[in-house]
């Protein structure tokens, strides 16, 4: 077990002087098990680059009492709770916070320091591997001052990363579908990369952010792409060798269609016999491989995927038999319920795709086999900056489900504009889809019950991950997010800044945290307002469109004309999706006067001078949000500005940052002036400032 | 010299038995020359199908009095008229003709039938070549009654067709930019293709239409077509070859960078003497390998393409370094006056993309070399089916100006709609761009006595040349018109159809002109209204997008809001756009009252309310014209439908034109409703007929 060092590659929040702490310092590493391998592993590095006293192996003298030399930094023990040491049992000290822990459960660990000695114990080696990334989070601080016995567990058993990477690049959608930090990790021009240390490192990254499982591939699975199932499986082998040793499985995107493109079958009907047992005998030959392999991901029946709709049969007949084939090997389907129209005619105004995926699936409630997670993304329709909460989170109680965020910022800015998203997903992860008197259940506690979280990665073969430096907090973020939902996003960039800027985290917190806190917030006020949404260019999504998405197949549409705009998606007179909801949000959502200010384009068409929460018109809030948005850009401009010669960021990560935000003022006063002139001409209202608006 | 006869390609107007009449009689074919040579093999290939008497060489007895048997039908010679038989000089027929005729020039010809024989004579062999076309187009007429001496001579010495066709296929743009027709006839996936036999009947399709110039590649000059002026020539000079005997000469796109990109040189400053030794020395190469190499066609400071501002000089310089290099081969520079800014600011109402092209050359005249002609598209912008004539015909006086169309049917239906475009081609030829008092002076006469006619080809490798069988009727059309522009656009309709289908057209001639003759003004009434244009798809330019190019940097606008819509092109209170035009186009069109309706929202922005010439508010003209159009395209299906079952059009025709004009139907209705849906939002006018807007 080598652990990855790469030069001319950002390392992001695992940088070698993260691991200084550790490294300087004597530590044990009791246990055996290959993810132990790795805790072991990672402290010796560690210890080569600081200079701490080597450490020897699990069992044996030299791994006995786990303090360092008197002269030296106070030790540290990280320990199996069931590791026995030549019949010797675990060191009192270790015994001791294990015995006040309690179990820690498969991935959970528990943390102390007393009597001088900083101890990490878990009951199963993947905890101790978190709990070795939990004392690199903690820095000094781990061995400072006692501690007591703090317990750390995942929310949810499932915390996954999807790539929507193409094999062979896609002559529209290039190597990765709506990616935005060049290629992919995994292959290059259609074959995979032979060097795959890359992958091995950006497993170590997840891991540290608590990631467990990775999608490697589009789920849009073109011709070579469902060939990963059958007979480029070696290549889905040679992935998981390199995420195996951070604890993260590998899942694959097939095509539904698989039996007939791949098999010869004609027919991948999921009640036929001959098409459950070949997707027994490939899922078969796919554990032979990957013992250790997730399981499938399906978008079936969306956007042009084939999918059981072709032979009359359900979703639920279609992902069974994927996962009756998964089953005795302990995979999973993640069978997205991402199904709508999307050849949808715009001049109808009753098809309402915000509604489609309750729609479809809601009255499949319970007839999903046990190993198959519905993947239901987090609002109605696409990733919009500003939804509501899918409806089908709360419709399926005896469904497992996972909420799906999108890391890669197809809808947010694109990895060109700051959008520091962990504040939208804990927003999200702390709505109530019963309300303040539904016994405080939250999406997060959906999700942590089912199939935990699932985001499409950002991350790709650019020098920095993920094409604007700071987007590496979004991907950090949605990790973290995904271990504990309950976290502060503005605790959690802290300690990204932390890790990410060793030396001078402390000194930049402002200028960050005045950058990226209301980045997201930033971003909604000068693009589509009062989450209506969709108004992006067609086709790749970036700049404004205003009406770019409005006389389209797509079912995305904001109804604007000279006398008001929003879609009605009231009972009361529109498409009835507001009796999607429990109570109380299809009352709330159901009246203009009590729906949320953000959420009201989404659910009613109002006239211009409708008055909002806020006091102000719909007219002057756009305007007035479309100005500020700018103005905050400007700002965030001109503290990241202040930064320049201050050596407090490497020169050419500040150069690029710098560039990106003249990028993203350039495209938010488009949006500015597109938005600002679009309503302008339409509702012929003057701005009451009196700004100009071209 | 063969002549091509393919299988599983439509013949267009040059089907078998057009030659029947010919083919059928004795024939005598008197002179020498390659293009009399192509005659002879045309008339042999004639008789030899249709059985009438082989014509023997065009010296020697057998070539003597040119009457049949008498009891064969009535004979037909076609003569140069500088033909010597051995000593014997011309039959006394033929020298009457040749008398009464007087000179035809180069390309002309002279046809009279008296005493039972039908006698074409010309001057050179061109002239040979296009009497024999005509004798095919006059079918038995020719050979029927007597006829008195016509003359016949092209207006302008320069008939050119440019090819869009890539080399190399682009990522978006394809094999042929802007092609709805398959891929390229000359070019397959980056290499020449191995059997040229179609790129001959090609040439023997434009030979008859009249057509005397092909321009091989794009004018957007990639990387792979750049190299056709060096070390690629030998696929140049492979499709003169094939080209030549129809008397179609080859011109090349080329970079203007290509003493850099090819030459490698650090400049294409076309004033420095490396640079001017550069294109002389390629030109040099070209003529050795292409000896009637008619010359260059370049698009320069357009779009991305390269040019001489890089440097400094100005468009005069660039054109005359490349007309220098050419001059002693007597070749020509084909320079296109389409510079505009394409990364205009929206914002800015001052910038107005049609004055460019007069604002960047008038102030040139007479400055550019001899050999020179500046490639004017017919309107100010690009091809729109309504623009007015380009100011730029009548501001340069001093300048050889060629007037360029597009045969492709970029914005007009793609080949997909029946969209007959001689109407409009005739309308602007005949356009007196100073007026009813300036002596009568159209734009064809400009042309005529300048670089005549350049038209992009709509023909590709699709088994019926041109995608839609009926656009066939549009590449006729321009040959024509180019010949000669007084010809009556239902007239070269039913020459074509007469050809086309030879045993039906009488029948078919109703229906024809049916669907045909009105039909660019039916595409005109469903899209965009009154002149102003763009309102497509940005990128493919198909279907209604009525915002698409509102806010682009593409200088297409036309302002629409609550209010009213149009661009404001006036002197008064404009762009002063029409200031570009002589009297006494300068004066109606700064008159919203004397301004042509269908101009009047090139020219000004008005109320929606403002009442047409017509009649008609502009809003309830959107709306009529809207409604009009879709009725008229059903019409032209009906009268389609009515010839199913017939047989007077090859089934698989006739259904590959029903599949179409369903796709007509579809997208005519989509454009009805998008722009109707647009304008009712914005205006809130009802329609006066309470018809559907959606």
Redesign the interface.
Known sequence: MTIPDLTDVHPAWLPPEAFRPIGSRRVAVLGAGALVDTVRAEVAAAQARYGGPATGPATGPSTGPATGPSTGPAGCVLALTGADLEGGGLPEAVRAVAGEAGPTGPEGYALARRDGVTVVVADAPAGLLYGLFHLVRLGEAAFAADRPVERHAPAAARRMLDHWDNVAVH?VMGQVERGYAGGSLFWRDGVLREDLTRVRAYARLLAAAGINAVAINNVNVHAAEARLLTDRLGEVAAIAAELRPYGIRVHLSVSFASPVVLGGLDTADPVREEVRRWWAAAAGRVYAAVPDFGGFVVKADSEGQPGPFAYGRSHADGAGALADALAPHGGVVHWRAFVYNHRQD??DRSTDRARAACDHFAPLDGRFADNVILQVKHGPMDFQPREPVSPVIAAMPATKLAVEFQVTQEYTGQQRHVCYLAPMWSEILGFQPWGPDGGGRTVADVAAGGGGLVAVSNAGDDPYWTGHPLAQANLYAFGRLAWDPRLDPAAILDEWAGLTFPATAAELRGTLHALMDGSWRTYERYTAPLGVGFMVRP?HHYG?????YE?TPWGTYHF????GVGVDRTRATGTGFTGQYPRPWREVYESAARCPDELLLFFHHVPYGHVLRSGATVIQHIYDTHFAGVEEVAEMRAHWDKLDGTGLVDPALHSRVTELLEEQRRCAE?WR??VN??F?????VPDAHGRRI?
Chains 1, 2 share one sequence.
Do not use: I, L, M, T
């Open positions: 002559p715009w001049r086709g404004p469109d205003v009406d770019g006389y604007a004309d000279r006398d488009e002036d597109q002139a679009y302008f001409r339409k509702s012929g071209p």
